[in-house]
């Protein structure tokens, strides 16, 4: 399926899916959503990207490697996690507080970075394998 329209409208198919996924991600613990299905629709558009464009050149764009995105996320997960200790409260109890930005005040919260560190570990992991069933694919042609 390497066609000139696909390639041309896969970054735009690309950039919408990425857009997407970080708002399904941000909404996920008031609605539904989260860092799993956002991770899910991040890594979709990692594989459109690779169809359309090459391996070699996703892993370039990408800039880091999948798997060391996928620990980075299950660091931060953790550290979400562990946060709760300090306080003296049980494992994974949420802590929120409260940054200025400008005139407004923005939430944040442990449930939020333990959403990103899924998010992180979803996209990494599901990019990775991805990218190395193209190659292989690609390979093969």
Known sequence: MN?????TLA????????????????RGHNEPG??????????ASIAVFGMA???NTVRRSLRFDPMAVAGFGVVLAGI????????GSP????IWF???????????????????G????VFGTLSAIALSLESDREEDL
């Open 3 to 7: 066609t000139v329209i696909f390639r």
């Open 11 to 26: 970054p735009l198919i690309v950039a919408i899916m990425l857009v997407f996924s970080v708002y399904v991600t941000l």
């Open 34 to 43: 989260g860092g799993f299905i956002g991770g899910l629709i991040a890594a």
């Open 53 to 55: 464009a090459g391996v």
């Open 80 to 87: 979400s996690g562990l946060a709760s200790l300090f306080t």
């Open 91 to 94: 494992f994974m109890t949420s």
């Open 98 to 116: 409260y940054v200025e930005f400008g005139n407004s005040i923005i939430p944040l919260s442990t449930p939020l970075f333990f959403d990103l």
């Open 118 to 121: 899924v998010y992180c570990v």
